[in-house]
């Protein structure tokens, strides 16, 4: 009785999301109606959403200037450190209007898979670097008199050289910066662009060496010594897992609780071996937040006993930590590594 009362209960849900659905989201946009004014656009950054942008604003009809600091495009992508992979799938990282025809067939790719086998092809078969000037740095936004916005840019600046671009093109000294002016600025520097290092009491006493993550390439260097990462995030989590193979003893630091810890593979023994988050979906984040927690939380404790799962001791830990933490995947953001 239980059952089909909760049976019930869900057909009834559904039901009303599908016919109240039109009432609660508007119209989609028609992807290729053009603008009815036309624009000149500039945009500051060439990485995902400057690419993206570039390619939306041309089916409207817009013209477009973009200004990339770095010698490629790729923006935080083209600048990661050694064996950097992605923390999400093909199936969700993907882009909608391009595909490299392996769909079928999800995977997690590297950082430089994802640039140079997905952005760059797709950069080059929608023809979009024609309108983009690397190692250019937009030193200042400014509004014009007649309303409008221009731009100071400082052309052939110094670029970091990095594996998927080594051989950036000098800095020249004697480059004169010129003025642009345009209808709108779309500003595509990301969030993750600039970096702070905090300052410890005490830390002048420290004899040994204290890095960021920006400024982590691989754990060569760190080899045979005894290492210490402060921060959980994704950064913290791959560097860690990298470092803890060659150092001698490695910690991790965190001030609070941890993320959910999740594995980018679903594990070969569970039957699915697939990138986790092809278990993601519309459908499961659509369910009561109590009803999604309460399932999460029963499936951790049913993989915890799973017998084809015993043997794998790292993900055994995983989910030691992540109950003992109250958390599942609708409860907090999560953390992967590349384990």
């Given at each position: 009785m239980l059952l089909l009362s909760a049976v019930a209960l869900f057909v009834i849900w559904v039901l009303w999301n599908h016919f109240t659905a039109k009432a609660r989201f508007p119209p989609p946009i028609q992807p290729n109606?053009?603008?009815?004014?036309?624009?000149?656009?500039?945009?500051?950054?060439?990485?995902?959403?400057?690419?993206?942008?570039?390619?939306?604003?041309?089916?409207?009809?817009?013209?477009?200037?973009?200004y990339e600091m770095l010698g490629r495009l790729g923006g935080v992508f083209a600048?990661?450190?050694?064996?950097?992979?992605?923390?999400?799938?093909?199936m969700t990282t993907g882009l909608s209007?391009?595909?490299?025809?392996?769909?079928?067939?999800?995977?997690?790719?590297?950082?430089?898979?994802?640039?140079?086998?997905?952005?760059?092809r797709m950069a080059a078969e929608l023809n979009l670097l024609e309108h983009v000037k690397f190692q250019h740095r937009v030193d200042v936004v400014r509004r014009a008199g007649d309303g409008k916005y221009e731009l100071v840019v400082q052309p052939d600046v110094a670029c970091k050289p990095h594996r998927l671009c080594p051989n950036p093109?000098?800095?020249?000294?004697?480059?004169?910066?010129?003025v642009r002016k345009f209808d709108q600025i779309i500003v595509c520097t990301g969030t993750h662009r600039d970096w702070q290092l905090p300052v410890f009491p005490?830390?002048?006493?420290?004899?040994?060496?204290?890095?960021?993550?920006?400024?982590?390439?691989?754990?060569?260097?760190?080899?045979?010594?005894?290492?210490?990462?402060?921060?959980?995030?994704?950064?913290?989590?791959?560097?860690?897992?990298?470092?803890?193979?060659?150092?001698?003893k490695?910690?991790?630091?965190?001030?609070?609780?941890?993320?959910?810890?999740?594995?980018?593979?679903?594990?070969?023994?569970s039957g699915h071996h697939m990138p986790t988050d092809v278990n993601?979906?519309?459908?499961?984040?659509?369910?009561?937040?109590?009803?999604?927690?309460?399932?999460?939380?029963?499936?951790?404790?049913?993989?915890?006993?799973?017998?084809?799962?015993?043997?794998?001791?790292?993900?055994?830990?995983?989910?030691?930590?992540?109950?003992?933490?109250?958390?599942c995947a609708f409860t907090k953001f999560g953390c992967k590594n590349t384990s």
């Open positions: 109606e053009p603008a009815k004014v036309k624009k000149h656009v500039g945009i500051i950054g060439c990485g995902v959403s400057g690419l993206l942008l570039m390619k939306e604003l041309r089916e409207k009809g817009h013209t477009f200037e973009c600048k990661t450190y050694d064996n950097a992979t992605m923390t999400s799938g093909s209007y391009w595909s490299d025809g392996k769909d079928a067939e999800p995977t997690v790719w590297s950082c430089d898979q994802y640039v140079t086998e997905q952005l760059d093109k000098p800095a020249d000294p004697n480059a004169q910066a010129f005490g830390q002048e006493k420290f004899k040994g060496t204290i890095i960021h993550s920006a400024d982590y390439v691989n754990a060569e260097p760190l080899a045979g010594k005894r290492v210490l990462t402060i921060g959980g995030g994704e950064s913290g989590a791959d560097i860690t897992l990298q470092i803890a193979r060659v150092a001698a490695t910690a991790i630091c965190i001030r609070g609780h941890h993320g959910h810890l999740i594995p980018r593979w679903l594990p070969k023994g993601t979906s519309r459908l499961r984040y659509t369910n009561p937040l109590e009803m999604g927690v309460a399932g999460a939380t029963t499936l951790l404790k049913y993989r915890r006993w799973h017998p084809r799962l015993q043997k794998n001791k790292v993900l055994q830990k995983m989910i030691e930590y992540n109950l003992d933490n109250k958390s």
